[in-house]
Protein backbone atom coordinates (compact mmCIF):
# COMPACT_ATOMS: atom_id res chain seq x y z
CA UNK A 1 0.00 0.00 0.00
CA UNK A 2 1.67 3.32 -1.20
CA UNK A 3 1.43 6.68 -0.84
CA UNK A 4 1.03 9.29 -3.68
CA UNK A 5 3.29 7.96 -6.13
CA UNK A 6 6.50 9.87 -7.63
CA UNK A 7 5.30 11.50 -11.15
CA UNK A 8 7.35 10.58 -14.11
CA UNK A 9 9.34 12.64 -16.39
CA UNK A 10 8.62 12.38 -20.21
CA UNK A 11 6.31 9.25 -20.47
CA UNK A 12 7.47 6.66 -22.96
CA UNK A 13 4.58 6.10 -25.50
CA UNK A 14 4.06 2.48 -23.77
CA UNK A 15 4.11 4.42 -20.61
CA UNK A 16 1.09 5.91 -21.48
CA UNK A 17 -0.56 3.73 -22.65
CA UNK A 18 -0.82 1.55 -19.97
CA UNK A 19 0.77 3.12 -16.39
CA UNK A 20 -0.68 6.72 -17.36
CA UNK A 21 -3.78 5.95 -19.22
CA UNK A 22 -4.95 8.96 -17.11
CA UNK A 23 -1.73 11.43 -16.29
CA UNK A 24 -2.92 14.35 -13.59
CA UNK A 25 0.24 16.66 -12.71
CA UNK A 26 0.24 19.80 -10.61
CA UNK A 27 -3.29 20.02 -11.02
CA UNK A 28 -5.06 23.42 -9.43
CA UNK A 29 -8.53 24.27 -9.35
CA UNK A 30 -9.32 27.73 -7.91
CA UNK A 31 -13.00 29.02 -8.74
CA UNK A 32 -13.42 32.94 -8.87
CA UNK A 33 -16.94 34.08 -8.72
CA UNK A 34 -17.36 37.57 -9.46
CA UNK A 35 -19.13 38.76 -6.39
CA UNK A 36 -17.45 36.99 -3.84
CA UNK A 37 -14.29 35.92 -2.64
CA UNK A 38 -12.37 32.60 -4.45
CA UNK A 39 -12.55 29.45 -3.36
CA UNK A 40 -9.40 26.91 -3.60
CA UNK A 41 -11.18 23.56 -4.94
CA UNK A 42 -8.16 21.42 -5.39
CA UNK A 43 -4.77 22.13 -4.71
CA UNK A 44 -1.65 20.06 -6.59
CA UNK A 45 -3.25 17.23 -7.09
CA UNK A 46 -1.19 14.23 -8.83
CA UNK A 47 -2.21 10.72 -10.03
CA UNK A 48 -1.57 8.35 -12.29
CA UNK A 49 -4.21 5.27 -13.29
CA UNK A 50 -3.25 2.55 -15.29
CA UNK A 51 -5.15 1.10 -18.04
CA UNK A 52 -7.82 -0.85 -16.77
CA UNK A 53 -7.61 0.21 -13.61
CA UNK A 54 -10.68 0.69 -11.23
CA UNK A 55 -10.07 3.66 -9.23
CA UNK A 56 -11.79 5.37 -6.78
CA UNK A 57 -12.02 9.18 -4.84
CA UNK A 58 -13.24 9.21 -1.37
CA UNK A 59 -13.29 12.52 0.84
CA UNK A 60 -15.70 14.70 3.01
CA UNK A 61 -17.87 16.82 1.38
CA UNK A 62 -16.85 19.99 -0.86
CA UNK A 63 -13.24 18.46 -0.78
CA UNK A 64 -13.31 19.04 -4.59
CA UNK A 65 -14.02 15.09 -5.52
CA UNK A 66 -16.82 16.22 -8.14
CA UNK A 67 -14.64 18.90 -9.78
CA UNK A 68 -11.74 16.51 -10.23
CA UNK A 69 -13.96 14.30 -12.15
CA UNK A 70 -15.37 17.67 -14.17
CA UNK A 71 -12.07 18.49 -15.11
CA UNK A 72 -11.06 14.98 -15.75
CA UNK A 73 -14.16 15.28 -18.34
CA UNK A 74 -13.44 17.96 -19.84
CA UNK A 75 -16.26 19.95 -18.38
CA UNK A 76 -14.39 22.81 -16.65
CA UNK A 77 -11.24 24.25 -17.19
CA UNK A 78 -8.41 23.77 -14.51
CA UNK A 79 -6.91 26.80 -12.77
CA UNK A 80 -2.65 25.15 -13.25
CA UNK A 81 -1.41 22.04 -13.99
CA UNK A 82 -1.50 19.12 -16.81
CA UNK A 83 -4.40 16.61 -16.94
CA UNK A 84 -4.00 14.03 -20.48
CA UNK A 85 -6.17 11.08 -20.87
CA UNK A 86 -4.94 8.21 -23.33
CA UNK A 87 -2.34 10.71 -24.36
CA UNK A 88 -4.61 13.61 -25.02
CA UNK A 89 -4.67 16.85 -23.10
CA UNK A 90 -7.96 17.48 -21.68
CA UNK A 91 -9.15 20.60 -22.75
CA UNK A 92 -12.61 19.54 -23.65
CA UNK A 93 -14.65 16.46 -23.82
CA UNK A 94 -12.64 13.79 -25.25
CA UNK A 95 -15.20 11.11 -27.24
CA UNK A 96 -12.84 8.37 -25.54
CA UNK A 97 -14.72 9.11 -22.22
CA UNK A 98 -17.69 8.37 -21.21
CA UNK A 99 -19.52 9.99 -17.87
CA UNK A 100 -22.38 8.68 -15.17
CA UNK A 101 -23.91 11.30 -13.03
CA UNK A 102 -25.58 11.16 -9.23
CA UNK A 103 -28.85 10.64 -11.13
CA UNK A 104 -29.44 8.64 -14.70
CA UNK A 105 -30.81 12.20 -16.30
CA UNK A 106 -32.14 9.96 -19.20
CA UNK A 107 -34.01 12.14 -21.46
CA UNK A 108 -38.13 11.74 -20.54
CA UNK A 109 -39.65 11.80 -23.88
CA UNK A 110 -36.98 9.42 -25.57
CA UNK A 111 -37.18 5.51 -25.24
CA UNK A 112 -34.82 3.49 -23.33
CA UNK A 113 -32.68 2.42 -26.66
CA UNK A 114 -33.31 6.11 -27.50
CA UNK A 115 -31.17 7.44 -24.61
CA UNK A 116 -28.37 5.13 -25.07
CA UNK A 117 -27.89 6.66 -28.05
CA UNK A 118 -27.52 10.11 -27.32
CA UNK A 119 -23.33 9.60 -27.89
CA UNK A 120 -23.73 8.23 -30.98
CA UNK A 121 -25.34 10.96 -32.43
CA UNK A 122 -24.04 14.21 -31.03
CA UNK A 123 -20.30 12.23 -32.16
CA UNK A 124 -21.92 11.02 -35.78
CA UNK A 125 -21.28 7.43 -35.40
CA UNK A 126 -22.41 4.83 -37.39
CA UNK A 127 -26.10 4.35 -36.47
CA UNK A 128 -26.53 0.78 -37.52
CA UNK A 129 -23.11 -0.37 -35.70
CA UNK A 130 -23.57 1.17 -32.53
CA UNK A 131 -27.62 0.04 -32.27
CA UNK A 132 -26.34 -3.16 -32.11
CA UNK A 133 -23.95 -2.39 -29.38
CA UNK A 134 -26.58 -0.47 -27.57
CA UNK A 135 -28.84 -3.85 -27.90
CA UNK A 136 -25.87 -5.67 -26.23
CA UNK A 137 -25.17 -3.73 -23.83
CA UNK A 138 -28.65 -3.40 -22.22
CA UNK A 139 -28.58 -7.22 -22.47
CA UNK A 140 -25.62 -7.22 -20.34
CA UNK A 141 -27.03 -5.36 -18.33
CA UNK A 142 -30.58 -6.53 -17.95
CA UNK A 143 -32.62 -4.68 -19.86
CA UNK A 144 -33.94 -6.56 -22.73
CA UNK A 145 -37.42 -6.09 -23.67
CA UNK A 146 -36.78 -2.46 -21.83
CA UNK A 147 -35.53 -0.24 -25.03
CA UNK A 148 -38.55 0.89 -26.05
CA UNK A 149 -39.80 1.63 -22.73
CA UNK A 150 -39.27 5.48 -21.37
CA UNK A 151 -37.29 6.11 -18.27
CA UNK A 152 -40.43 6.87 -15.76
CA UNK A 153 -41.49 3.38 -16.69
CA UNK A 154 -38.35 2.09 -15.03
CA UNK A 155 -37.36 1.64 -11.63
CA UNK A 156 -34.27 4.18 -10.38
CA UNK A 157 -31.91 1.39 -10.46
CA UNK A 158 -33.11 0.23 -14.08
CA UNK A 159 -32.73 3.67 -15.52
CA UNK A 160 -28.84 4.08 -13.74
CA UNK A 161 -28.46 0.94 -15.49
CA UNK A 162 -29.38 2.46 -19.07
CA UNK A 163 -27.44 5.55 -17.90
CA UNK A 164 -24.28 3.54 -18.17
CA UNK A 165 -24.94 1.70 -21.04
CA UNK A 166 -25.68 5.36 -22.63
CA UNK A 167 -21.76 6.14 -21.19
CA UNK A 168 -20.74 2.67 -22.73
CA UNK A 169 -22.10 2.75 -26.53
CA UNK A 170 -19.64 4.83 -27.66
CA UNK A 171 -16.67 2.23 -26.31
CA UNK A 172 -14.88 5.09 -24.14
CA UNK A 173 -11.10 4.46 -23.25
CA UNK A 174 -12.39 6.13 -19.71
CA UNK A 175 -15.60 5.75 -17.35
CA UNK A 176 -16.16 8.24 -15.45
CA UNK A 177 -19.01 8.33 -12.41
CA UNK A 178 -20.26 10.40 -9.83
CA UNK A 179 -21.37 8.60 -6.62
CA UNK A 180 -23.94 6.95 -9.60
CA UNK A 181 -25.86 5.01 -6.79
CA UNK A 182 -26.46 7.86 -3.81
CA UNK A 183 -29.92 8.18 -4.58
CA UNK A 184 -30.56 3.99 -4.31
CA UNK A 185 -31.56 2.17 -1.50
CA UNK A 186 -28.79 -0.29 0.67
CA UNK A 187 -30.31 -3.50 -0.89
CA UNK A 188 -29.96 -1.52 -4.72
CA UNK A 189 -26.93 -0.25 -4.41
CA UNK A 190 -25.06 -3.77 -3.54
CA UNK A 191 -26.72 -5.36 -6.43
CA UNK A 192 -25.77 -2.37 -8.91
CA UNK A 193 -21.81 -2.54 -7.46
CA UNK A 194 -21.71 -6.12 -8.41
CA UNK A 195 -23.04 -5.56 -11.92
CA UNK A 196 -20.70 -2.86 -12.19
CA UNK A 197 -17.73 -5.24 -11.02
CA UNK A 198 -18.94 -7.74 -13.94
CA UNK A 199 -19.65 -4.77 -16.82
CA UNK A 200 -15.73 -3.54 -15.87
CA UNK A 201 -14.59 -6.57 -16.23
CA UNK A 202 -16.07 -7.72 -19.55
CA UNK A 203 -15.97 -3.98 -21.15
CA UNK A 204 -12.19 -3.65 -19.76
CA UNK A 205 -13.13 -0.34 -19.24
CA UNK A 206 -10.66 1.83 -17.59
CA UNK A 207 -13.01 3.64 -14.30
CA UNK A 208 -13.08 6.20 -11.68
CA UNK A 209 -15.31 6.30 -9.39
CA UNK A 210 -16.55 9.44 -6.75
CA UNK A 211 -18.15 7.73 -3.55
CA UNK A 212 -19.11 9.29 -0.41
CA UNK A 213 -19.26 5.28 0.80
CA UNK A 214 -16.01 4.08 2.00
CA UNK A 215 -16.89 0.31 1.77
CA UNK A 216 -18.11 0.61 -1.64
CA UNK A 217 -14.58 2.08 -2.56
CA UNK A 218 -12.92 -0.24 -0.86
CA UNK A 219 -15.79 -3.18 -2.36
CA UNK A 220 -15.00 -2.10 -6.05
CA UNK A 221 -11.62 -0.53 -6.27
CA UNK A 222 -7.78 -1.66 -7.11
CA UNK A 223 -6.59 1.57 -5.75
CA UNK A 224 -8.33 4.49 -3.46
CA UNK A 225 -7.76 8.29 -3.75
CA UNK A 226 -8.26 9.76 -0.25
CA UNK A 227 -9.14 13.31 -0.15
CA UNK A 228 -8.24 15.66 2.67
CA UNK A 229 -11.12 18.99 3.32
CA UNK A 230 -11.07 21.92 1.18
CA UNK A 231 -8.95 23.02 -0.35
CA UNK A 232 -8.89 19.49 -1.66
CA UNK A 233 -5.63 17.39 -1.39
CA UNK A 234 -4.69 13.58 -1.99
CA UNK A 235 -4.10 12.73 1.45
CA UNK A 236 -3.48 8.47 0.52
CA UNK A 237 -3.43 6.67 -1.93
CA UNK A 238 -4.25 3.11 -0.84
CA UNK A 239 -3.67 -0.16 -2.69
CA UNK A 240 -6.54 -2.65 -2.23
CA UNK A 241 -5.25 -5.77 -2.46
CA UNK A 242 -8.23 -8.29 -2.17
CA UNK A 243 -8.00 -11.15 -5.11
CA UNK A 244 -10.35 -10.80 -7.80
CA UNK A 245 -13.03 -11.88 -8.54
CA UNK A 246 -15.27 -10.38 -5.80
CA UNK A 247 -18.25 -10.99 -4.07
CA UNK A 248 -20.38 -8.85 -1.51
CA UNK A 249 -18.91 -11.81 1.02
CA UNK A 250 -15.37 -9.85 0.68
CA UNK A 251 -16.35 -7.04 2.42
CA UNK A 252 -16.99 -9.33 5.61
CA UNK A 253 -13.57 -10.06 5.85
CA UNK A 254 -10.52 -8.77 8.23
CA UNK A 255 -8.69 -8.06 5.43
CA UNK A 256 -11.50 -5.57 3.96
CA UNK A 257 -11.89 -4.26 7.47
CA UNK A 258 -8.62 -3.14 7.66
CA UNK A 259 -9.08 -1.03 4.69
CA UNK A 260 -11.80 0.51 5.72
CA UNK A 261 -10.66 1.37 8.91
CA UNK A 262 -7.38 2.65 7.38
CA UNK A 263 -9.19 5.31 4.71
CA UNK A 264 -12.06 6.56 7.41
CA UNK A 265 -9.41 7.05 9.95
CA UNK A 266 -8.64 10.27 7.47
CA UNK A 267 -12.08 11.64 8.12
CA UNK A 268 -11.94 10.45 11.90
CA UNK A 269 -8.74 12.79 12.39
CA UNK A 270 -10.11 15.60 11.03
CA UNK A 271 -13.37 15.69 12.50
CA UNK A 272 -15.30 15.29 9.54
CA UNK A 273 -17.52 12.23 8.40
CA UNK A 274 -17.87 10.53 4.57
Not at 198 to 205: F, H, L, S, T, V
Not at 221 to 230: F, G, L, T
Amino acid sequence: MANQPALQDGPSTASVDEASWISVDGLHKVYQPRKSEPTHALSDINFRVRRGEFVSVVGPSGCGKTTLLKILAGLIGKTEGQVSISGHEVTKPLPEVGMVFQAATLLPWRTILENVMVPVEIQKLDRAEHRTKAMALLDMVGLTGFENKYPHELSGGMQQRAGICRALVHDPAVLLMDEPFGALDAMTREYMNVELLRIWREQAATIVLVTHSIPEAVFLSDRVIVMSPRPGRIAEIVDIELDRPRDLSVMNTDRAGVYVSRIRHHFNAASVID
